[in-house]
């Protein structure tokens, strides 16, 4: 493609993030070279400069900088189908209809490519494209260590509708972690201010005063639903905002940071269990969503192995809470 181009979105493409826009018009766009333009400037919104997670409105102008040879729009776009990709996809199916699937995504697979990712649930979708032709869109997404559930819209309506539900924070979603010590209270909620910073790590989520540069407002709910000798804690969360790394960075806020958290652990000279399972344990347990029809959707994953392991030593009773869950975390 050569020259700039100004593209109108559709209502279609209504609460769409820019790059998502992008990765459907320009799918061969590599991600590292779209954030390259956008940071540059290159790419504006009504002649405004934009984030990669900037969402869309009906009537806005895009201006798309000359990309070289690239497909212009997604009908160009002929996805390659890796059997082996689709039977990963299938094994990991909680619920799909005509227009979502729900996979439990496992821990250590990322969401999204990025530097030195090539393997990724966005990858995989390619090997099933709809009746159009089109690649399933990610509407929300987990942490590369985080598992669980994880909806996939099929149809550019469905991520329309479903991207609204998670912006007005209509879905509910119920986690669960294990944590080094137990939360005190026992029940409660955290609400802080939370920012990007560079550290010596690498960037990472912050708690911040309100008012400091890229400060946004947090709130989890959270839960001790059993404690080991109060040395460990199974702690259900239903996080309110989505902020990035939220649940970890709340967690490690009260004193008992997640179990295996190469980020947030911070506590030295802590003496880990030999059985321990290896792996962030972080499970998106269940994901409640309404319907385009106005049902509402009620799915839960299977702990991943390695949180099994944990749930087995500690003696977690999973059939017990399941039979109680209803009760768990009502109060917003």
Known sequence: MSGVQQRIVTA??????LDRWFSVHFPDLPFSRLQRIIRKGEVRIDK???????????????RVPPIGDLPETHKEYQPRV???????LRDITLYEDETILVINKPHGLAVQGGS????????????????????????????????????????????????????????????????????????????CFVARQSTEDGEQMRVV???????????THYSVTEDAGGKFAWVTLKPVTGRTHQLRVHMQQMGTPIINDPRYFDIENWE????????????????A????????????????????????????????????????????
């Open 12 to 17: 279609e493409e209504e609460g769409m993030r």
């Open 48 to 62: 405004g400069r934009v984030k990669a997670n900037t969402r869309l409105a009906k009537g806005q102008t895009i």
């Open 82 to 88: 890796v059997e082996k990709d689709v039977q990963l």
């Open 116 to 191: 030195g990712t090539k393997y990724h649930v966005d990858k995989l979708l390619e090997s099933i494209p709809n009746k159009k032709g089109e690649k399933p869109r990610l509407v929300h997404r987990l942490d590369r260590d985080t598992s669980g559930c994880l909806l996939i819209a099929k149809t550019r309506q469905a991520a329309s509708h479903f991207g609204k539900v998670f912006r007005s924070r209509s879905a509910r979603k119920i986690y669960w972690a294990v944590t080094a010590y137990v939360p005190h209270p026992k029940q409660g909620k955290i609400s």
């Open 209 to 219: 005063g309100n008012g400091v540069d890229g400060a946004q407002h947090s709130l």
């Open 272 to 287: 880990k269990p030999d059985d321990l399972g290896e792996g962030l344990h972080l499970h998106a347990r269940r994901l």
């Open 289 to 332: 969503i309404p319907l385009p029809s106005g049902k509402q959707l009620d799915i839960t994953a299977p702990l991943p192995p390695h949180m099994q392991k944990t749930f087995d030593m500690f003696g977690f009773n999973v059939k017990y809470y399941d039979q109680n869950e209803e009760d768990a975390l009502d109060e917003d």
